[in-house]
Structure formats: structure tokens, C-alpha cells
């Protein structure tokens, strides 16, 4: 973040309110907190991006956005909604990376290493859905779509990262662990066990998955190549 810019500035009080908000009042009113972050990181995008405005990453924060209110009103009574809602956000960051990576597709070792660090990964996420199971019994259609597009994301933005370690891609891929992190923690928080600390590294990792991938939408891969014809 550049604090020389006032909208850099909007966004770390905002964010800061919002991290508050999470550690001393009920969840409920992130409701009133939270849309306000995502229009501070569009306010960002719209004055400093130089390619022409992404329509997909646009929508993808909208959908975010309302995804997020359900599940602040409940996982439990919203989770057909938020599972489609989510499944299309995810969609929309896997054509996001794909038109960043139209070149060059990976060899052997970039799907061995993928493939590797993926066992973890997948693992982890078999054991939390064990855990809260019981939950999703008149969901399982809505949920299963919902956890293919998002470790379709995660493992994507591993595999873009592998094979090109630009710095688009390297922001892509903290949005992405990010989101892997914070998704087993609603899914604990919201079925299973509910803590307030759940709630705040929640509310933590959106704000970084929103903060890197707006670096990922603004980055220029020109000026990497200015800097290097300087030499």
C-alpha cells in the first residue's frame, strides 16, 4: 500500500474499522462494514489501472461481495446460494488468470510439482468436510460444485505460478492460499464450532485476498520490462 495516496489510505482505515468491528461486535454488523472495503479496492482499480476495466473482476467482487452477506447471515440458511454464488466467483478468478497466461503451456515437471504440492492441500480439505458432513446432507450436489471451482482455483493459481513465476502470478497465488486458509475456517466456524477469533482471521484473509488480487489487476508487466531496458 502507498500511503502517499488517499486512496490507499481510505482502504487501510477502512479495513482497519472492519477488523475491529470483527474482534468486539457481533458478526452481524460486518454487514454494515464490509461492502465498504470492496468499494475502496474498485475506487483503487478504477484510478490506477491502465489496461481497459475488467468487466469479469468487476462482477467477481460483486458476487463476492453479496456471497459474503449471506454468509455472515448464516452459512447454515443460505448455503445453496452461497455455494452457486461462489462456484461463479471462482469461475470468474479462473478466466482472470487464464487471459494473464495465454502463453506457453507447462512442461512435465510443472504438473509433477503441482501435483505434489496438491496431496496436502486436498487432504486438509477431505478431513473438514468429514468434520462438518453431517451439515451438508440436502446440499451435496450445490457444495460439491462449490469445492471443485474453488480447488480448481487454488491449484490453478499454483500451476500458473510454477510455470511463470511473475509477480501477477505470485499475488494470484496469496489471494489463492489465502482463500484455501479462510474457506476450512468458515467451513469449521459457520458448521461446525463457532469462535470469535474464527471471525477475525476470516475478515483478515478476505481483506488480503481483495489486496492481492488487486495487485494481480494492476499489475504491468511493461514497466518490469522499462526497468530492465534501463540496464
Same mark, same amino acid.
Given at each position: 500500500?502507498?500511503?502517499?495516496?488517499?486512496?490507499?489510505?481510505?482502504?487501510?482505515?477502512?479495513?482497519?474499522?472492519?477488523?475491529?468491528? =470483527? #474482534?468486539?461486535?457481533?458478526?452481524?454488523?460486518?454487514?454494515?462494514?464490509?461492502?465498504?472495503? &470492496?468499494?475502496?479496492?474498485?475506487?483503487?482499480?478504477?484510478?490506477?489501472?491502465?489496461?481497459?476495466? @475488467?468487466?469479469?473482476?468487476?462482477?467477481?467482487?460483486?458476487?463476492?461481495?453479496?456471497?459474503?452477506?449471506?454468509?455472515?447471515?448464516?452459512?447454515?440458511?443460505?448455503?445453496?446460494?452461497?455455494?452457486?454464488?461462489?462456484?461463479?466467483?471462482?469461475?470468474?478468478?479462473?478466466?482472470?488468470?487464464?487471459?494473464?497466461?495465454?502463453?506457453?503451456?507447462?512442461?512435465?515437471? +510443472?504438473?509433477?510439482? &503441482? =501435483? $505434489?504440492?496438491?496431496?496436502?492441500?486436498?487432504?486438509?480439505?477431505?478431513?473438514?468436510?468429514?468434520?462438518?458432513? @453431517?451439515?451438508?446432507?440436502?446440499?451435496?450436489?450445490? !457444495? @460439491?460444485?462449490?469445492?471443485?471451482?474453488?480447488?480448481?482455483?487454488?491449484?490453478?493459481?499454483?500451476?500458473?505460478?510454477?510455470?511463470?513465476? @511473475?509477480?501477477?502470478?505470485?499475488?494470484?497465488?496469496? =489471494?489463492?492460499?489465502?482463500?484455501?486458509?479462510?474457506?476450512?475456517?468458515?467451513?469449521?466456524?459457520? #458448521?461446525? #464450532?463457532?469462535?470469535?477469533?474464527? +471471525?477475525?482471521? &476470516?475478515?483478515?484473509?478476505?481483506?488480503?485476498?481483495?489486496? !492481492? &488480487?488487486?495487485?494481480?489487476?494492476?499489475?504491468?508487466?511493461?514497466?518490469?520490462?522499462? $526497468?530492465?531496458?534501463?540496464?
Amino acid at each position: 500500500m502507498n500511503l502517499a495516496k488517499p486512496t490507499h489510505i481510505a482502504f487501510l482505515v477502512i479495513a482497519a474499522i472492519t477488523m475491529l468491528v =470483527a #474482534m468486539f461486535m457481533e458478526k452481524f454488523y460486518l454487514i454494515y462494514f464490509q461492502p465498504f472495503t &470492496v468499494l475502496a479496492i474498485l475506487v483503487i482499480y478504477f484510478t490506477e489501472k491502465k489496461d481497459a476495466t @475488467s468487466v469479469l473482476y468487476i462482477l467477481a467482487q460483486i458476487i463476492g461481495l453479496v456471497g459474503g452477506i449471506l454468509l455472515i447471515l448464516g452459512m447454515r440458511h443460505y448455503l445453496k446460494a452461497v455455494s452457486i454464488l461462489f462456484s461463479l466467483f471462482y469461475v470468474l478468478y479462473l478466466r482472470l488468470m487464464y487471459v494473464r497466461n495465454l502463453h506457453d503451456k507447462g512442461s512435465l515437471k +510443472t504438473y509433477l510439482y &503441482v =501435483a $505434489i504440492f496438491s496431496i496436502p492441500v486436498l487432504y486438509i480439505y477431505y478431513n473438514v468436510i468429514q468434520i462438518i458432513s @453431517s451439515e451438508l446432507t440436502e446440499v451435496v450436489i450445490y !457444495f @460439491s460444485f462449490l469445492m471443485f471451482f474453488m480447488l480448481s482455483y487454488i491449484i490453478t493459481a499454483l500451476y500458473y505460478y510454477i510455470k511463470d513465476k @511473475s509477480p501477477s502470478n505470485l499475488w494470484m497465488l496469496i =489471494a489463492a492460499m489465502n482463500l484455501g486458509f479462510m474457506n476450512i475456517i468458515i467451513g469449521l466456524n459457520e #458448521m461446525y #464450532m463457532y469462535e470469535t477469533i474464527f +471471525t477475525v482471521i &476470516v475478515v483478515f484473509c478476505s481483506l488480503c485476498i481483495q489486496y !492481492f &488480487v488487486l495487485k494481480f489487476m494492476l499489475y504491468d508487466k511493461n514497466e518490469d520490462d522499462d $526497468i530492465l531496458n534501463m540496464f
